[in-house]
């Protein structure tokens, strides 16, 4: 996506994330150390928080190990990289 508002927190306020390129969101009510720590979903809980994850790109799904492998397109090569977004409250 390149833009994204968020919307209904106190007082009505917003968050409005937006960018020059391209860019994935997820925004969870339980942080990435709580994901990574469940054995299940059902072990998730929401603590009352939001938590906004941005990512400048994503990999495609596939393996190989039962099927084929992600597609030459789909592929993120490993290294450096940088992107820039822009947040505005209101």
């Given at each position: 996506?390149?833009?994204?508002?968020?919307h209904?927190?106190?007082?009505?306020?917003?968050?409005?994330?937006?960018?020059?390129?391209?860019?994935?969101?997820?925004v969870?009510?339980?942080?990435?150390?709580?994901?990574?720590?469940?054995?299940?979903?059902?072990?998730?809980?929401?603590d009352?928080?939001?938590?906004?994850?941005?990512?400048?790109a994503?990999?495609?799904?596939?393996?190989a190990?039962?099927?084929?492998?992600?597609?030459?397109?789909h592929?993120?090569?490993?290294?450096?990289?940088?992107?820039?977004?822009?947040?505005?409250?209101?």
């Amino acid at each position: 996506m390149r833009w994204a508002e968020l919307h209904g927190g106190p007082a009505g306020s917003s968050l409005r994330v937006s960018g020059p390129e391209p860019f994935s969101l997820a925004v969870r009510p339980w942080s990435a150390a709580a994901l990574d720590l469940a054995g299940h979903t059902g072990d998730l809980r929401p603590d009352g928080h939001l938590y906004l994850a941005l990512d400048a790109a994503q990999h495609g799904i596939g393996s190989a190990s039962r099927g084929p492998g992600v597609r030459p397109a789909h592929r993120l090569a490993a290294g450096p990289m940088s992107f820039a977004v822009e947040l505005l409250a209101g």
